[in-house]
């Protein structure tokens, strides 16, 4: 059983049309994820797989919602003796830990504020997450390194008053430094009564990923994870009683996106992922021993998976495959259905969102197109006055109703921001900052941020199509495609390529590279210039960073 129908007075619609004209949610007074939905799927079915938690050994361990029940409680008391309480903010860093989704659950029990955070911060990042968000206690997986920029940041941090550290035997090996949370929590009681909240009060705090200045922070009420069922269920195609796999860590937002909140509503387990460095041979295997029914992945993932031979892996358990965060080549889409059979349904949103576009499945898709808009979401394609564009015509990605009937979903503030706010929300609407097109059938067709679109000789050249094209090579495993300052065109494009092994970086393959975009596209749009490197700069998320790969170019122009 899903609990799908607590919340949605129509689960099952005919098309598209349908979906978008009849879809409604309602939202409960004093929602609260972790009660309304973990607990309650802990006492009607407490023996519903919730979670299949994968380590870097490859050993798995599955738990129930009776379990994350009881857990969690446990884990809240041990939060309260803590003085964790209404409104406290609890930082987590924890990979993809069981203890993840426990914590989660926990502060939300309680009305405290959860704010995930990725491992891989630097001391500098720490404390500016704390010292913004008045940060109180911070729960982090045992790591070396993660452990050492605690250290260095820790005194800095001025609102900070303890450190849980989640592993093995962590009192005896550290002392008192930490807060051992497994010894503590297995010591806590697991009896636990309601807190009351209101859907209004701050759930859970993103900080951006800082792909333009410093990260902002990003505020969702209780009502959030309602807006994930759209994702879950009418994007990702999750199954009652199946399995789905996200690849994302905890820190990340497309957690919020694929791992807990729609999933578990539509009544779905959820792999976690919990081996460290991404290797795609293993996770073939992986998908292979826990036969996921729905899998999501960033491109990046799918670029690397294309690379291997895929019929090394079983995919045959997988009905439905999607993929967001980046606009999806349509040579990436191309070689996975070859290989697998499945096809790779693209959505769109932000940290501040759910899904707001996507390829939904009842319409043929058309690659490159990011797909048709969430029925949570009146989608509009406007100018920089505001004014609706024409089908054809590129302009900003803006939510008309995010004022006068804000989706839930939808994020409701940048946190002490007020710059932010006054740029992203005019007019009653929300401008994502980010860019599109609308073709003659209502699809969107993704640009790039505002920041992205390259502008030569007169042209407005988005990035996207420039990569698309040279992801048909196949020398190519990874590109980013900017703009450079040019003293006749303003601006031209640039290229910067990871080649795939087996591949060396030489003038003839600049050559035939550039070549083989005025073949594939229009021939303005090829890259005048290409920098071959080993790596790209991307963000935690795994989004690139090409307003770094800007900054590094023009700093060579100044010292040259």
Same mark, same amino acid.
């Given at each position: 059983? #899903?609990?799908?129908?607590?919340?949605?007075?129509?689960?099952?619609?005919?098309?598209?049309?349908?979906?978008?004209?009849?879809?409604?949610?309602?939202?409960?007074?004093?929602?609260?994820?972790?009660?309304?939905?973990?607990?309650?799927?802990? &006492?009607?079915?407490?023996?519903?797989?919730?979670?299949?938690?994968?380590?870097? =050994?490859?050993?798995?361990?599955?738990?129930?919602?009776?379990?994350?029940?009881?857990?969690?409680?446990?884990?809240?008391?041990?939060? &309260?003796?803590?003085?964790?309480?209404?409104?406290?903010?609890?930082?987590?860093?924890?990979?993809?830990?069981?203890?993840?989704?426990?914590?989660? $659950?926990?502060?939300?029990?309680?009305?405290?504020?959860?704010?995930?955070?990725?491992?891989?911060?630097?001391?500098?990042?720490?404390?500016?997450?704390?010292?913004?968000?008045?940060?109180?206690?911070? $729960?982090?997986?045992?790591?070396?390194?993660?452990?050492?920029?605690? &250290?260095?940041?820790?005194?800095?941090? %001025?609102?900070?008053?303890?450190? $849980?550290?989640?592993?093995?035997?962590?009192?005896? &090996?550290?002392?008192?430094?930490?807060?051992?949370?497994?010894?503590?929590?297995?010591?806590?009681?697991?009896?636990?009564?309601?807190?009351?909240?209101?859907?209004?009060?701050?759930?859970?705090?993103?900080?951006?990923?800082?792909?333009?200045?410093?990260?902002?922070?990003?505020?969702?009420?209780? %009502?959030?994870?309602?807006?994930?069922? %759209?994702?879950?269920?009418? +994007?990702?195609?999750?199954?009652?009683?199946?399995?789905?796999?996200?690849?994302?860590?905890?820190?990340?937002?497309? /957690?919020?996106?694929?791992?807990?909140?729609?999933?578990?509503?539509?009544?779905?387990?959820?792999?976690?992922?919990?081996?460290?460095? /991404? #290797?795609?041979?293993?996770?073939?295997?992986?998908?292979?021993?826990?036969?996921?029914?729905?899998?999501?992945?960033?491109?990046?993932?799918?670029?690397?998976?294309?690379?291997?031979?895929?019929?090394?892996?079983?995919? *045959?358990?997988?009905?439905? $495959?999607?993929?967001?965060?980046?606009?999806? #080549?349509?040579?990436?889409?191309?070689?996975?259905?070859?290989?697998?059979?499945?096809?790779?349904?693209?959505?769109?949103?932000?940290?501040?969102?759910?899904?707001?576009?996507?390829?939904?499945?009842?319409?043929?898709?058309?690659?490159?197109?990011?797909?048709?808009?969430?029925?949570?979401?009146?989608?509009?394609?406007?100018?920089?006055?505001?004014?609706?564009?024409?089908?054809?015509?590129?302009?900003?990605?803006?939510?008309?109703? !995010?004022?006068?009937?804000?989706?839930?979903?939808?994020?409701?503030?940048?946190? #002490?921001?007020?710059?932010?706010?006054?740029?992203?929300?005019?007019?009653?609407?929300?401008? *994502?900052?980010?860019? !599109? +097109?609308?073709?003659?059938?209502?699809?969107? +067709?993704?640009?790039?941020?505002?920041?992205?679109?390259?502008?030569?000789?007169?042209?407005?050249?988005?990035?996207?199509?420039?990569?698309?094209?040279?992801? *048909?090579?196949?020398?190519?495993?990874?590109?980013?495609? *900017?703009?450079?300052?040019?003293?006749?065109?303003?601006?031209?494009?640039?290229?910067?390529?990871?080649?795939?092994?087996?591949?060396?970086?030489?003038?003839?393959?600049?050559?035939?590279?550039? =070549?083989?975009?005025?073949?594939?596209?229009?021939?303005?749009?090829?890259?005048?210039?290409?920098?071959?490197?080993?790596?790209?700069?991307?963000?935690?998320?795994?989004?690139?960073?090409?307003?770094?790969?800007?900054?590094?170019?023009?700093?060579?122009?100044?010292?040259?």
């Amino acid at each position: 059983m #899903n609990l799908l129908s607590k919340f949605l007075p129509r689960v099952e619609f005919d098309s598209y049309e349908d979906f978008k004209k009849n879809y409604r949610v309602e939202v409960p007074e004093g929602f609260n994820f972790a009660y309304d939905v973990v607990d309650e799927y802990a &006492r009607l079915c407490p023996e519903k797989q919730a979670l299949i938690h994968i380590d870097e =050994n490859e050993k798995i361990t599955r738990y129930t919602f009776a379990d994350i029940k009881r857990l969690s409680d446990k884990s809240a008391n041990l939060l &309260r003796s803590y003085g964790i309480g209404k409104g406290d903010a609890v930082m987590m860093m924890m990979k993809e830990r069981p203890e993840a989704w426990i914590l989660i $659950c926990a502060t939300l029990k309680l009305g405290a504020v959860i704010i995930p955070a990725t491992y891989q911060l630097t001391p500098k990042d720490i404390v500016y997450r704390c010292e913004a968000a008045n940060v109180k206690m911070i $729960c982090m997986a045992e790591d070396d390194e993660v452990i050492r920029h605690m &250290r260095d940041s820790r005194e800095k941090c %001025t609102t900070l008053d303890k450190v $849980c550290l989640v592993g093995d035997n962590i009192s005896e &090996r550290y002392g008192d430094e930490f807060v051992d949370w497994r010894r503590e929590v297995d010591a806590a009681d697991d009896s636990l009564e309601r807190v009351a909240n209101e859907n209004t009060d701050t759930m859970l705090i993103y900080f951006s990923s800082g792909t333009t200045g410093m990260p902002k922070m990003i505020a969702h009420n209780f %009502t959030y994870p309602l807006g994930h069922i %759209t994702t879950a269920k009418y +994007w990702h195609h999750v199954e009652d009683d199946g399995v789905h796999f996200t690849m994302a860590d905890s820190g990340w937002a497309k /957690f919020a996106w694929g791992k807990i909140f729609g999933q578990w509503i539509g009544g779905t387990a959820i792999v976690a992922f919990d081996t460290g460095r /991404f #290797n795609p041979e293993m996770l073939m295997r992986v998908i292979g021993e826990v036969r996921p029914t729905t899998f999501c992945a960033p491109p990046t993932i799918y670029r690397f998976l294309i690379k291997e031979d895929l019929s090394k892996g079983d995919f *045959t358990s997988i009905h439905h $495959c999607t993929t967001a965060g980046e606009p999806l #080549n349509p040579e990436v889409f191309d070689r996975f259905k070859e290989a697998t059979g499945l096809e790779i349904h693209e959505g769109f949103g932000q940290t501040e969102s759910s899904v707001i576009m996507a390829n939904f499945g009842w319409d043929k898709i058309k690659l490159g197109s990011t797909g048709l808009p969430s029925p949570l979401y009146d989608i509009d394609i406007v100018d920089d006055e505001g004014n609706s564009c024409e089908d054809g015509v590129v302009g900003r990605i803006v939510v008309r109703n !995010a004022v006068a009937d804000r989706p839930v979903g939808l994020f409701f503030e940048y946190r #002490n921001d007020e710059a932010a706010m006054q740029k992203a929300w005019y007019d009653g609407m929300y401008d *994502t900052g980010d860019m !599109a +097109w609308r073709d003659s059938d209502g699809y969107l +067709w993704f640009e790039g941020r505002s920041d992205d679109v390259i502008k030569c000789s007169g042209y407005r050249i988005g990035p996207f199509e420039v990569e698309s094209a040279l992801m *048909t090579h196949p020398s190519v495993l990874e590109c980013a495609v *900017t703009a450079v300052p040019d003293p006749v065109r303003g601006q031209v494009v640039k290229a910067t390529i990871v080649l795939a092994r087996g591949f060396e970086a030489s003038d003839e393959l600049k050559k035939e590279l550039q =070549n083989h975009v005025k073949k594939v596209t229009a021939p303005y749009k090829y890259p005048r210039v290409v920098e071959f490197v080993k790596e790209l700069p991307k963000t935690t998320s795994g989004k690139i960073k090409r307003t770094d790969i800007r900054k590094s170019d023009a700093e060579k122009a100044k010292a040259e």
